[in-house]
């Protein structure tokens, strides 16, 4: 016989390009490799930071120097060597960061307009505010005016460091402190640039926010602050999302995101994260080890983190929230896909402190090829959080059988009131499964993206209706070649 | 015209179809009987392109081309369509969903416009009317949690949608009540016409008083052991299985067809 094997067509459907994986060409403003205080001298000099923040910097390397990578997530990778990498690395341009659009070199503009996300006036996304990080810096903020206008603050880091220093010295470091862990401590003393975000008392911000995280550079490590803010009543919907071009080495994301939501806000934060997996032999791709905490600080607060995770070489992240106001809610949902060789070790945590506090974790972890996927959760309801309810699913979906799936939930309740529930299931996308499609005429890769699609769903729908779509795409590319 | 010429499968080197003949004119019902374990699913399946079997010796010719040349999704597009015995459950994915994808992918390969939402939903809820379906199972997985009549139904339903031009029905028939028996039954005989050819397995000679066969054949350890009318059906009700090899000695394509132990 020689009609081709389903092995084969499970293969080729896994195996694609890495669409965004190409390099731009810019004459760039580089710090030479290594890690020390003059480093950090130079970057916050960089930036012409005010003291303050250099002394925070400086304290946050000094403990960081006395701390060890931690060792406890099921991934594996060689050590990082952290003086063989470049801590900032800028695109040249006029002196003091362009002002507009016309400003910002050419070259930066069509990168952005060939990873879908346009910067100028007539091809912006409709309804989206978005900010252009590249390497170190940002290089476009759009919308800013038309959201002035409602009192919404939406910048890069370092602009709000110039613009905005109160509100910056007075919520940043305040969810994840410097010393919360070893690549926070490290992002603190390093961060080059990122998001802020500052919805006032009462209002609903009229668009979506979003930030494009793009590395370009080699050997270039990202390290973003974000910090978003939402005052009484207000409310915001932001998005994040991430690409690298396809290289070799391996390089370092290691971000931290802060969410402040104090009495009857709400904050819905989204990250579509595609950066570069690596080749389907493990080569290359990124670490991407980021700390993202939300703190309901407020009564009535809710926050609540949606991530469909399809690129990193290996992920080590665990968007959390704290319900400290009384009846906050907290919300993660989440699709985390390994192929070939990626490691995934992601999840959330819950802390209930609050009165009658709510928490709904729903993980949805799908591994293929010889992806090694693992769920970590932990439920926390401290012995004040009278009332405090959480419901958990946590389902895993395996393609082919090379690949792993492992769950490890933690209950920690301190509270006789509470209510928690974990409902866990796992599955794989059968050859019966297939064959039956195809007898149907369906081919082997819209019948695997048909279960996918079918098995995320609940998680897509929580997503702003343009990047469901764009997910949902996104997941079928990741995929292809898994069938086997 | 279905043409399957000593046909060898094996599965984890278990040889289970060992030499099968057979040939099905267009137009033709033919009924195939036999012991359980005898091959029949097996036949159904390589048939249908299933990869998990090994085909070691032997060919079919579909009306010219070489089919076990082709892959599982091409002969289904071609027209080759299989009830399963046991039918798939693929949570997460609607009926609705799957029933439209299949549809379309048949009508692409024959150079049909693609059915919109719209048409699509008029085709099966008409569909479904005929063989006794609440459109309730449009928008629930396919076949997950469905009773065992329900799946059947399904199978009946989705050789409706796909009009296809050879259909193998694999044990439609069993753990049917009486009225859902009809009911497949006529949703096969609806399909009949001078150019689709249809396989029919079973086990009981009942489901061939609705669907009147062309020819009955007896497959036994791997082989058609007995052809004849349906009369052989009759016989097979009577007098089991055990007479065959016996009286035939498990020769292929018995001289006097029909004839009395
Ligand atoms: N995956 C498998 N592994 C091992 N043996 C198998 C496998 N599938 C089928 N067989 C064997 O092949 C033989 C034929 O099975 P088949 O399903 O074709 O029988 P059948 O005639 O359809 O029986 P029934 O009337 O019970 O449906 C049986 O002995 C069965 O155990
Ligand atoms: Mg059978």
């Not at chain 1, 949902?333 to 070939?340: G, I, Q």
């Not at chain 2, 994915?93 to 049909?112: C, D, I, P």
């Not at chain 2, 052809?227 to 007479?243: F, K, N, P, V």
């Amino acid at each position: 016989m020689n009609a081709p094997t389903r092995s084969d067509a499970i293969g080729a459907f896994l195996e694609q390009d890495y669409a965004a994986g190409f390099v731009t060409t810019l004459e760039t403003d580089t710090v030479p490799k290594g890690l020390s205080e003059d480093v950090i001298r130079l970057i916050s000099a960089r930036k012409g930071e005010p003291d303050w923040l250099l002394d925070w910097r400086l304290e946050a390397y000094r403990h960081w120097l006395t701390m060890t990578p931690p060792k406890w997530a099921a991934v594996q990778f060689p050590p990082v060597d952290f003086q063989d990498i470049v801590y900032y690395s800028a695109p040249k341009s006029k002196k003091d960061g362009p002002k507009s659009l016309d400003e910002v070199d050419p070259e930066l503009l069509r990168t952005f307009e060939k990873l879908g996300v346009p910067l100028h006036e007539r091809a912006r996304l409709a309804g989206v505010a978005v900010d252009a990080v590249f390497d170190s810096v940002s290089v476009a903020t759009t919308f800013k005016k038309e959201l002035g206008e409602h009192g919404v603050i939406f910048c890069s880091f370092s602009e709000a460091v110039k613009e905005h220093p109160e509100l910056v010295r007075q919520y940043l470091g305040t969810v994840v402190p410097p010393e919360d862990n070893f690549y926070a401590a490290l992002n603190s003393a390093v961060f080059s640039d990122g998001s802020f975000v500052f919805i006032p008392k009462g209002v609903k911000c009229p668009m979506e926010l979003s930030t494009y995280f793009r590395i370009n550079a080699r050997d270039t490590g990202q390290f973003e602050r974000t910090l978003i803010i939402a005052e009484e009543g207000a409310s915001v919907s932001y998005l994040e999302g991430c690409t690298a071009p396809m290289r070799d080495e391996n390089q370092l994301h290691a971000a931290v995101v802060e969410l402040i939501a104090l009495d009857d806000a709400k904050i819905k934060y989204s990250t579509v994260q595609n950066w570069y997996p690596g080749d389907k032999d493990g080569k290359g791709g990124i670490y991407n080890f980021v700390t993202k905490r939300g703190d309901c600080r407020g009564a009535r607060s809710h926050i609540s983190w949606t991530q469909v995770e399809t690129g990193s070489a290996i992920t080590w992240k665990y968007p959390s929230v704290i319900l400290r106001g009384d009846s906050s809610v907290g919300d993660f949902h989440s699709v985390a896909l390994t192929n070939n060789l990626q490691q995934a070790d992601t999840g959330t945590k819950m802390i209930h402190m609050g009165r009658n506090t709510r928490s709904t974790i729903l993980s949805k972890g799908i591994s293929a090829g010889r992806g090694s996927n693992t769920f970590r959760g932990l439920v926390k309801v401290t012995p004040k959080a009278e009332g405090a309810r959480n419901y958990t699913q946590c389902d895993s979906l395996l393609i082919g059988d090379r690949c792993a799936a492992h769950t490890f939930p933690t209950i920690e309740v301190r509270h006789p009131t509470a209510h928690v529930e974990h409902e866990a299931t796992t599955s794989r996308i059968g050859e019966d499964q297939l064959f039956y499609a195809m007898q149907r005429g369906i081919s082997a890769e819209d019948a695997v993206s048909m279960i996918v699609n079918g098995f995320c769903r609940e998680v897509f729908k929580e997503l702003p209706m343009e990047f469901a779509v764009e997910a949902q795409k996104l997941l079928g590319v990741s995929l292809e070649g898994s069938v086997g | 015209m279905l043409k399957i010429n000593n046909l060898h499968a094996a599965i984890d080197g278990k040889d289970i179809l060992k030499g099968l003949n057979l040939e099905v004119a267009d137009g033709e019902v033919h009924a195939i009987m036999g012991p359980n374990g005898s091959g029949k699913s097996t036949l159904a399946q390589v048939l249908a392109g299933r990869e998990t079997f090994t085909v070691t010796d032997g060919s079919v010719d579909w009306d010219g081309t070489d089919l076990l040349a082709l892959p599982a999704e091409e002969r289904a597009r071609a027209g080759l369509f299989l009830a399963f015995q046991y039918p798939v459950e693929i949570p997460g994915v609607s009926n609705a969903y799957f029933l439209k994808a299949a549809v379309n992918a048949v009508r692409r390969h024959r150079g049909l416009p693609e059915f919109d939402a719209m048409d699509f939903l008029a085709k099966v809820k008409a569909e479904m009317k005929a063989v006794g379906m609440k459109e309730e199972f449009l928008y629930r997985s396919v076949n997950e949690g469905f009773s065992g009549g329900e799946k059947k139904r399904n199978e009946v339903l989705q050789m409706a949608l796909l009009e296809p031009r050879l259909a193998v029905l694999d044990e439609t028939d069993s753990g049917l009540d009486i009225d859902a028996l009809k009911i497949v039954a006529e949703g096969v005989n609806r399909l009949r016409s001078p150019e689709r050819s249809m396989i029919v397995i079973t086990h009981y000679q009942r489901l061939l008083d609705y669907i009147v066969p062309d020819k009955v054949h007896v497959l036994s350890q791997g082989r058609i052991v007995r052809s004849g009318g349906r009369e052989l059906a009759l016989e097979l009700e009577e007098h089991g299985y055990g007479w065959i090899d016996t009286a035939q000695g498990g020769k292929a394509g018995g001289a006097s067809a029909g004839a009395r132990p």
